[in-house]
């Protein structure tokens, strides 16, 4: 009878603890990958020299919240259709290493 009550009370607790929406229920989403973005070569040419400037001294694997706050503000500034565009793209970063050229031509083929 014990082991019934204890078995219960496992199952339950497990059940509580599941995650059934996988983290997307609530809460804040996810943010974009670190990285310049991959809807760089869109933007203006101002824009895109800013960007690339913030994104010049990351290093793979260090925290970036810096460097999305300061590409946030000047994607937010953009005219409303510029990032109307850009927002419907996919958000992969290029690879660190990656010359903005080469992951273009890749994307290209993809497209």
């Given at each position: 009878m014990?082991s019934?009550?204890?078995?219960?009370v496992l199952l339950l607790?497990?059940?509580?603890?599941?995650?059934p929406?996988?983290?997307?229920c609530g809460?804040?989403?996810?943010?974009?990958?670190?990285?310049?973005?991959?809807?760089?070569?869109?933007?203006?040419?101002?824009?895109?020299a800013?960007?690339t400037?913030i994104?010049?001294?990351?290093?793979?694997g260090?925290?970036?919240?810096e460097?999305?706050?300061?590409?946030?503000e000047i994607v937010d500034a953009?005219?409303?259709?510029v990032?109307?565009n850009i927002?419907?793209?996919?958000?992969?970063?290029v690879p660190q290493?990656?010359?903005?050229r080469?992951f273009?031509?890749?994307?290209r083929?993809?497209?």
């Amino acid at each position: 009878m014990i082991s019934k009550i204890a078995l219960s009370v496992l199952l339950l607790a497990v059940v509580a603890e599941a995650k059934p929406c996988f983290g997307r229920c609530g809460g804040r989403p996810q943010p974009p990958p670190c990285g310049i973005p991959p809807f760089l070569d869109e933007l203006p040419a101002d824009a895109q020299a800013k960007i690339t400037e913030i994104w010049k001294n990351y290093k793979e694997g260090d925290k970036c919240y810096e460097e999305h706050g300061l590409t946030r503000e000047i994607v937010d500034a953009l005219p409303k259709e510029v990032r109307k565009n850009i927002t419907k793209k996919t958000t992969t970063s290029v690879p660190q290493g990656t010359s903005k050229r080469d992951f273009g031509q890749v994307r290209r083929h993809l497209q």
